[in-house]
């Protein structure tokens, strides 16, 4: 079997890594085709994945439009020469004109409701689209569901162990109550007219997270001075472990906070637009907390709350338990899934 995985953001490395290395142990051909997007690279180096990197993130509606042709043109000449089977990727702009062109399926693992001009665009043109079951937006096309999350592609306990040894040599105490705070760059295509915290609002938050602990920032852009002494250091594929022993994970990744949820780490989603995933992760397991950033006072004064709790991480165990026995291994699903494609 031949498969082409395109890598458009640092987040698609890991939910295609291990169904690659599934891929790769049986003998299939796998070739990645990736962008300069963050650590995206850095991630697939350190995975030891090989790729090709075939276009850069560039700022403004233009500019998107602009490097997509140039992705079409390359990714188009590439899968000529190696005549994949199936082509698989997150949000699938390129794969799916790309496998019309060359008559192969393009399989879609998408789970972000709001990247509407995207998804109108992308869904009918796909084989198919694979989205968790909250998913709330409709599909148009073929539409397969799934009850997992893609952070469980990863972040499942048959595909991770956090390692306390990893978060002590990067000068963290595992043991000692330290919070993870997430800001993004808001250069996404679904994140089109979208904005962030405001600095007032970062150095607040900041404030009342160290008055319980040590605070680590992860951040897709520059910082100010005095939140640069804060920020996360460590190689970014350690971020996990990091979480994973982390008292709470307050930002405006949608992510990273279902990236806490399905570690049992309780998590803020500050953001003027939800996901489906982790309103389910609210509603129905009581991990996340979704906020728009309207609200983002009254969420400090529920952190205030909460890390006051003294039954908080015993409702965390709990309900970490039930999601890990009610969602799957989304790798597993996933090399199922492009198994029976290629097959018929």
């Known amino acids: 079997m031949r498969v082409l995985v395109e890598i458009l953001h640092p987040a698609h490395v890991h ?186 609002l970062k150095r607040n938050m900041v404030r009342a997270l160290e008055a319980h602990g040590r605070v680590l920032i992860s951040s897709e852009g520059p910082l100010p001075p005095d939140l640069e002494q804060y920020r996360f250091r460590a190689p970014p594929e350690h971020i996990h472990h990091y979480i994973a022993f982390s008292r709470f994970l307050v930002g405006e990744s949608a992510t990273m906070a279902s990236e806490a949820a399905v570690l049992g780490v309780p998590a803020f989603y500050i953001a003027d637009t939800g996901r489906g995933y982790t309103t389910e992760q609210e509603q129905r397991y009581g991990l996340v907390w979704n906020f728009t950033r309207k609200e983002a006072p009254s969420a400090l004064r529920k952190l205030e709350e909460l890390l006051a709790r003294p039954t908080l991480r015993g409702e965390m165990r709990a309900a970490h338990t039930r999601l890990l026995e009610e969602r799957i291994d989304l790798t597993e699903f996933m090399v199922h899934y492009i198994d029976k494609i290629v097959a018929t």
């Open 15 to 200: 939910v295609f890594r291990n169904a690659i290395g599934v891929w790769k142990e049986r003998g299939d051909e796998v070739l990645v085709l990736s962008r300069e997007k963050d650590v995206a690279n850095a991630l697939l180096d350190a995975y030891q994945i090989p790729y090709e990197s075939i276009s850069a993130l560039k700022k403004g509606k233009l500019s998107l439009l602009s490097e997509m042709l140039v992705r079409d043109a390359k990714m188009l000449s590439r899968a000529r020469k190696f005549r994949p089977d199936v082509l698989i990727g997150v949000m699938g702009v390129t794969i799916v004109q790309v496998g019309r062109l060359i008559g192969k399926p393009a399989v879609v693992f998408y789970d972000t409701e709001n990247a509407h001009i995207t998804n109108a665009f992308v869904y009918p043109l796909a084989h198919s689209v694979v989205t968790p079951e909250c998913y709330s937006a409709p599909v148009r096309g073929r539409h397969v569901t799934y009850p997992s999350y893609h952070e469980l592609a990863y972040l499942h306990p048959a595909r991770f162990t956090p390692d306390p040894e990893i978060v002590r040599a990067g000068g963290v105490d595992p043991g000692s109550p330290y919070f993870i705070v997430r800001f993004v760059s808001w250069q996404a295509s679904h994140d089109v007219g979208e904005a962030g915290f405001s600095l007032e």
